[in-house]
């Protein structure tokens, strides 16, 4: 009887709690903000092993040991171009590092400089940076004599290297070893088809710790990490993977072993950024240094910016994408062409030239002689027009303008020039075209508003046209500035009067 009356007790408090237990579950998952995976959720990938890429591409890794001899003391040109470089700049030695920080740099003894690279050629050709041999009086490459695994007592047989060719512009340097035997060497890939999250492995010797890897993503593409005007045809690859000072000219491996950059650049800024330049970039310049040591590339004979968002409307363009031409060169291609000042070019051989910076890479892959067919807008009509490049003078650099400046006509005073034209003869200095680089001295041409252009003969022409020139109008300016004793330059500055 007693043990019933237990029973009768018990029973309804199990089945009280076990009812408030899943009444306080549910009311909690009902409150939850976020949502969970059942624990027997499948695995959406698997990471295999990268040890098959490393075995297939190790004994194509060189280490590259380049020495340069004393110099007598720069010169005042070299110490001036030293002291206005980025002190963050990538491309930055070590040796110009202690001549900014302490005035001068050791030079009694031999600059030593350490490298990577790979073997692409069964008799002794390697690819590295040029700024791993640029200058050097003397380099070795240690290449090993079998794959090192994991193995740590392979050896090493050490040759002399001869520079085959150099490319600055692009930092690709070609050498030559004469080995005693056939080598193994590195397939080259394709960097066009990369894509960010794309696997990469990057080899090297990082610090001298020779045939190191690491692995990472493809972060980026189509980098531009110089202001350096030597390196305007800048694409790199932007990775995770380490690189780290002497991994330079190492490999930049996809997961099917195939070299798809070259490593080359890190930023001083942060870690876990790096940049390697796209192989197909290599592939571009290899035979011509193999052949003349050098690189010759197309010359347009443009002096070119971006679009603006001021300046679409004006020029009749539904995006603020293309190149607007500034002017061309005397005696150019472009100058011999039906190519105008004020065209606006979208295309090339119909691939897209969104802003200055992938003009100069295509045109910069081309050979002199080469035929393009440019796509251009010129007041809201599409035209089509072909034109053969010329060689690109790297004495007489023809430095492309990639200025975006932003005026209004409110806060210039103009006055007839003798020249020709308006000439600027103040700025207001609280006034848009003082923040955005108009000065005194530059003369305005041009105006071209509601796809019309005016020539500014007279003041009188400039009023008339400032009288229709309503708010929330696009004008686009058309100045000549001095940019040398000798030299003058035509710019373009769009604007949205307020």
């Not at 408090?13 to 899943?22: C, E, Q, R």
């Not at 698997?46 to 110099?71: G, R």
């Not at 980025?86 to 400089?113: A, L």
């Not at 034209?421 to 005194?440: H, T």
């Amino acid at each position: 009887m007693r043990l019933s009356f237990l029973k009768v007790i018990l029973i309804p408090l199990v089945i009280s709690s076990l009812g408030l237990g899943f009444s306080n579950a549910t009311y909690a998952k009902s409150r939850q903000l976020w949502s969970e995976k059942p624990k027997a959720a499948k695995k959406l990938v698997s990471l295999p092993s990268i040890q098959p890429v490393i075995k297939e591409l190790d004994a194509t890794i060189v280490n590259i040991s380049s020495t340069t001899k004393p110099k007598q003391m720069k010169s005042k040109q070299d110490r001036q171009d030293n002291r206005h470089r980025n002190p963050t700049d990538p491309f930055m030695n070590p040796e110009d590092f202690f001549e900014r920080f302490f005035g001068q740099t050791p030079r009694s003894r031999p600059r030593r400089s350490m490298g990577s690279g790979f073997i692409i050629s069964p008799d002794g050709y390697i690819l590295t940076n040029n700024h791993v041999v640029e200058g050097a009086d003397k380099i070795e490459v240690a290449v090993s004599l079998k794959p090192r695994g994991n193995a740590d007592d392979s050896e090493q047989q050490v040759y002399s290297a001869k520079v085959i060719g150099r490319d600055p512009h692009t930092d690709i340097a070609l050498v030559k070893i004469k080995p005693k035997e056939k080598l193994p060497y590195s397939y080259l890939g394709n960097s066009d088809v990369l894509k960010k999250g794309d696997w990469v492995v990057a080899m090297g010797n990082p610090f001298g710790l020779d045939h190191s890897v690491s692995i990472g993503i493809v972060s980026a593409k189509g980098r531009e990490i110089s202001s350096n005007e030597n390196r305007r045809f800048d694409d790199f690859i932007q990775t995770d993977a380490a690189i780290n000072f002497g991994n330079s000219g190492g490999p930049l491996v996809n997961v099917k072993g195939e070299v798809v950059g070259i490593n080359t650049a890190i930023t001083a800024q942060g870690s876990g950024i790096g940049f390697a330049i796209p192989i197909n970039m290599a592939k571009n310049v290899l035979p011509q240094l193999k052949e003349k040591g050098s690189v010759s590339r197309g010359y347009l004979g443009v002096m070119i910016q971006d679009v603006t968002e001021e300046m679409k409307n004006a020029l009749g363009l539904d995006r603020a994408k293309g190149v607007l031409v500034n002017d061309t060169a005397p005696g150019g291609p472009a100058s011999k062409s039906a190519l105008k000042p004020g065209d606006v070019i979208v295309r090339v051989n119909g691939i897209q030239t969104p802003d200055a910076h992938s003009l100069q890479r295509i045109i910069g892959r081309m050979k002199p002689g080469a035929v393009v067919n440019l796509r251009v807008y010129r007041k809201r009509q599409q035209l089509s027009m072909s034109l053969k490049l010329g060689a690109l003078d790297e004495s007489q650099k023809a430095k492309p303008k990639t200025q975006e400046q932003k005026t209004d006509k409110l806060g210039l005073f103009v006055a007839v020039s003798p020249q020709g034209g308006l000439e600027i003869q103040d700025v207001d200095p609280e006034s848009s075209p003082a923040k955005q680089g108009l000065i005194p001295g530059d003369r305005i041409i041009q105006i071209t508003f509601a796809t019309k252009d005016y020539e500014m003969k007279s003041l009188r022409d400039y009023e008339r046209l400032l009288k229709k020139i309503k708010s929330g109008d696009s004008v686009v300016l058309r100045v000549v500035r001095q940019v040398g004793p000798d030299q003058k330059a035509s710019i373009y500055v769009g604007f949205k009067v307020p």
